[in-house]
């Protein structure tokens, strides 16, 4: 039996996303036939033909029972993998986790090691992709002291995730006793780590973002000690430019304190 | 010798990062623990890097000597006593200054502190233990710390750097006793070994103390359990379990062939009698001791050793000593000595390579050195690497088949890695596995091809299980196989395989 695609259109946020997820599996419209869109506010919305459109509403509740149905239903490790898809950039992220889920539902806890079938295999690779654009800035992420007494450390980063959260799990166990923002850029988020441990993630207004940007032009005595030892802890008999490019691509040195230019 | 006794902090790091740079080491693994409150750190069981220098090595430390005023002599060392160059001594405040400063910037993941021999083995080994107690205890610093402990340093001050570090190295600088004796006349395998085993038995008590906090076993010592067989470094915590209850103690016996001198230590000196911790009301217990384990690295290429006595040595140290990892180091006659052999970079850098590619097939493969190399084939094949050179001097024992067969003998694949063995049995429970699938779950195919089945059948019907024809494709076709061995550019060390032969497991 032939029927029409049904695209459910929801908000492009993670409560977004697990509504969409909801309403979809509620519908009991067949798999097959829906797909998920997420929508940047402001964006130009593209209508295909012969869809029939859902509009969905947004609704935190919704993300609970998703959420909760996974981690009983399949596995911790299902629940894992669909919260790094959710905070992913990739546009096909909505209709992956509700193929997954729902084939979830049938197979059970298998199903994360399912690679043969191909929503399994995406999410996956988007899993892949979130994890290690975090391990990537868990270790070339930079801090500076953009105050002292008491001190404030703050770190500038460009991701192309949603990784915050999943950087705050790391630092606010590591520096348990310190005040520390991480900003990301591209997203205008910022989380901010008060001594003792709490923490949350906020939008930025741009007047906001602008001010961090400011401080973040500060200089310090240890960028120095630290480019000194940079400098000389290679070995000059084995340098190997093109190797330390595969290591550490370009694109993640924009904001490191090594690589920064001494006197712009 | 110039001496910066004014030297400002700027000054000592200048000097002293760069008298440590030759050593090979800059992991930040084996130990997962997590922050405490009131203290500043944390440590992942995986390691993690913070920069990639210009040569590419990962740095993940902030690797410095205390001190480069040594008063040994060893040939290798650019810091001898009789070479002409700067020196400085840090103070204790100094290097906590500076380590817990890089650390809040997230520069570095910990410390590791090395050192020349100022006045003597125990003078220098105190420096380093009072550095090391101030970190720990002024400043609460709860991240990682790797110590080298000093050939010759009594046996207290080498227990007290094992509670405050993670991870401890002792290095036995050459594969064999006589180079060492050539090379570095003030040090001796005994005063290497004796540390080595005094640190291997304390891990195993305070394994049997405090349980999973006192240390994680390695890589080695898992795979050994994996594949059924026994080690026999078991002897050693069997051993000092029984001390910690007031038995009878023996003195244990050193049967391998590769560290000789162990053997036959004046009074059994390297033996268990004189090792077992006494410092457990003294110091904080909660990290155990060494409970990241410990390494070791050697230079090869400056004494004429086989890659056949490397390996061989290698495997005894992980038997025999418990080591976590093995690290070789390719000579650079940086003393332009001229009882040294003259620098041959690029060879050296590709046998390197190579050992440290075979120093995986036995950490977490599960092959035993004899089964790669022999004293008829001494050393490995510069266009091979050492699991394909295996494969295809085995090819009675293939094609095997991805449905069926088990995880050692999928590991034994060419392009077949842990992490995608572990996923093949994984997603066999839920269907039979075709060569798309293997595609997804990350199988090297252009390497795997010549050695497995699918169903029955093999990717292309035209392959053939046939030496020659393997070779050739595998030069031909498989552009890793190949990379870094004509170009000094593409080189690549150990840890930074992107090859799911040699990946890291965790
Ligand atoms: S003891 Fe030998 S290897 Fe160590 S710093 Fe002194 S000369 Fe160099």
């Known amino acids: 039996m032939d029927k029409p695609t049904r695209i459910y259109q929801c908000n492009n946020t993670v409560d977004g996303i697990f509504s969409a997820v909801y309403d979809a599996g509620l519908s009991g419209y067949g798999h097959r036939f829906i797909r998920i869109q997420p929508i940047q506010a402001g964006q130009n919305e593209n209508y295909e033909l012969f869809a029939e459109y859902v509009q969905v509403e947004t609704d935190s509740k919704k993300t609970k029972s998703v959420i909760d149905a996974v981690r009983q239903k399949i596995s911790e490790k299902a629940y894992l993998f669909i919260m790094s898809a959710v905070i992913s950039d990739f546009p096909d992220r909505g209709d992956v986790i509700y193929q997954f889920v729902t084939y979830g539902f049938t197979l059970g806890a298998k199903v994360c090691n399912a690679l043969q079938i191909p929503c399994v295999d995406r999410i996956f690779a988007m899993n892949r992709a979130v994890q290690n654009e975090t391990h990537f800035f868990r270790e070339f992420l930079r801090f500076q002291e953009v105050q002292k007494d008491p001190s404030l450390l703050l770190a500038v980063i460009e991701p192309r995730h949603h990784i915050i959260p999943l950087l705050m799990e790391h630092f606010a166990d590591r520096f348990i006793e310190e005040w520390f923002i991480i900003y990301d850029k591209t997203h205008l988020e910022a989380s901010f780590h008060q001594k003792g441990g709490n923490w949350e993630v906020y939008l930025l207004t741009p007047e906001k973002a602008k001010k961090l940007e400011e401080l973040s032009e500060q200089k310090e005595e240890y960028v120095d000690l630290w480019k000194t030892f940079f400098h000389q802890i290679a070995i000059k008999e084995r340098t190997n430019k093109k190797l330390q490019t595969s290591m550490l691509p370009l694109h993640y040195r924009k904001h490191m304190t090594e690589f920064l230019e001494d006197n712009p | ?506």
């Open chain 2, 1 to 506: 010798m110039i001496f910066q006794d004014h030297a400002t902090i700027k000054e000592k790091l200048e000097i002293l990062s760069d008298a440590a740079k030759y050593d090979v080491a800059c992991t930040s693994s084996g130990v997962s623990r997590k922050g405490n409150k009131g203290e500043i750190g944390n440590t992942a069981a995986s390691g993690i890097c913070h920069a990639f220098g210009a040569d590419g090595r990962c740095i993940s430390l902030l690797k410095v000597l205390f001190t480069n005023e040594c008063i040994y002599n060893c040939k290798y060392c650019i810091n001898r006593s009789t070479n002409d160059i700067p020196r400085a001594t840090f103070t204790p405040e100094e290097v906590c200054t500076l380590t817990i400063e890089f650390y809040r910037r997230n520069y570095i993941e910990g410390l590791f502190l090395s050192s020349g021999i100022v006045e003597s083995p125990d003078y220098t080994m105190e420096l380093v233990c009072r550095t090391l107690h101030d970190l720990r205890t002024l400043h609460r610093f709860n991240g990682y710390i790797h110590c080298k402990a000093i050939p010759g340093a009594s046996r207290e001050l080498i227990e007290e750097a094992g509670w405050y570090a993670d991870r401890m190295s002792i290095n036995l600088e050459l594969p064999t006793a006589r180079g060492l004796q050539e090379l570095a006349p003030n040090k001796n395998r005994t005063t290497i070994l004796t540390p080595m085993r005094q640190i291997q038995n304390g891990m195993a008590e305070s394994r049997a103390m405090l349980g999973m906090k006192g240390g994680n076993q390695s890589a080695y010592w898992y795979t050994q359990k994996r594949t059924g067989r026994a080690l026999p470094g078991e002897q050693a915590t069997l051993h000092t379990t029984q001390n910690l209850f007031g038995q009878k103690k023996a003195p244990e016996k050193l049967a391998d062939n590769s560290l000789k001198e162990a053997q036959t230590a004046p009074d059994n000196l390297i033996s268990s009698s004189n090792t077992g911790l006494t410092q457990w009301k003294h110091r904080d217990i909660s990290r155990g001791f060494v409970p990241a384990g410990q390494s070791t690295q050697m230079i090869i290429g400056a004494t004429g050793e086989s890659d056949y006595e490397i390996m061989a040595v290698t495997e005894a140290l992980y038997q025999r000593f418990d080591l976590k990892r093995v690290f070789f180091s390719a000579f650079i006659n940086i003393n332009q000595d001229s009882s040294l052999p003259a620098v041959n970079g690029q060879p050296l850098l590709r046998r390197e390579h190579r050992l440290y590619q075979a120093d995986f097939l036995l950490r977490y493969y599960g092959f035993r050195a004899d089964e790669l190399l022999t004293q008829q084939r001494p050393f490995f094949n510069t266009y091979l690497d050492p699991k394909c050179d295996w494969a295809l001097s085995h090819l009675e024992q293939f094609p095997v088949e991805i449905n069926t067969a088990d995880f050692n003998t999928l590991l034994r694949v060419p392009g077949i890695g842990t992490k995608s063995a572990q996923r093949i049995v994984a997603a066999r429970r839920t269907g039979k596995l075709d060569y798309h699938a293997l595609k997804a779950i990350g199988v090297v195919m252009k390497r795997a091809i010549y050695f497995i089945t699918c169903n029955g059948q093999m990717m292309y019907h035209f392959l053939k299980i046939d030496e020659d024809y393997i070779t050739r494709n595998l030069l031909e076709n498989d552009v890793d196989v190949m990379k870094g061995f004509d170009e000094k550019v593409t080189y690549k060390q150990l840890t930074l395989f992107d090859d799911s032969d040699y990946e890291d497991t965790n």
